[in-house]
Nanobody
Framework: QVQLTESGGGLVQAGGSLRLSCAAS????????MGWYRQAPGKQRELVAD???????NYGDLVKGRFTISRDNGKGTVYLQMNGLKPEDSAVYYC??????????WGQGTQVTVSS
């Protein structure tokens, strides 16, 4: 069984920063793409950013230039550094991983709230 465990969410004022972490654990042979998605109330889940095992990154249009995704392959961990946060960034942020060739896993989600 594989688990993704997120941490780092919370409440921050507009313009502030937060750093999310997501660690994979369990029986793991390989980790391919890892990423972050978010879902606000009444909206569909959307891609925030993802990163391949080789380090190629991809960002959603709304966060380009403000958020940075990175990963530590040795620790099976992916990070999301969020700067210049806006109230519209408020959402539950979910970690996603393609692990053990092609199986997809999700974390339980962590709440990010940005006050104006």
């Amino acid at each position: 069984q594989v688990q993704l465990t997120e941490s780092g969410g919370g409440l921050v004022q507009a313009g502030g920063s937060l750093r999310l972490s997501c660690a994979a654990s369990g029986i793991i042979f390989n980790i391919n793409t890892m990423g972050w998605y978010r879902q606000a109330p009444g909206k569909q889940r959307e891609l925030v950013a993802d990163i391949t095992s080789g380090g190629t990154t991809n960002y959603g249009d709304l966060v380009k230039g403000r958020f940075t995704i990175s990963r530590d392959n040795g620790k099976g961990t992916v990070y999301l550094q969020m700067n210049g946060l806006k109230p519209e960034d408020s959402a539950v942020y979910y970690c996603n991983g393609i692990i053990n060739w092609s199986r997809e896993y999700w974390g339980q989600g962590t709440q990010v709230t940005v006050s104006s």
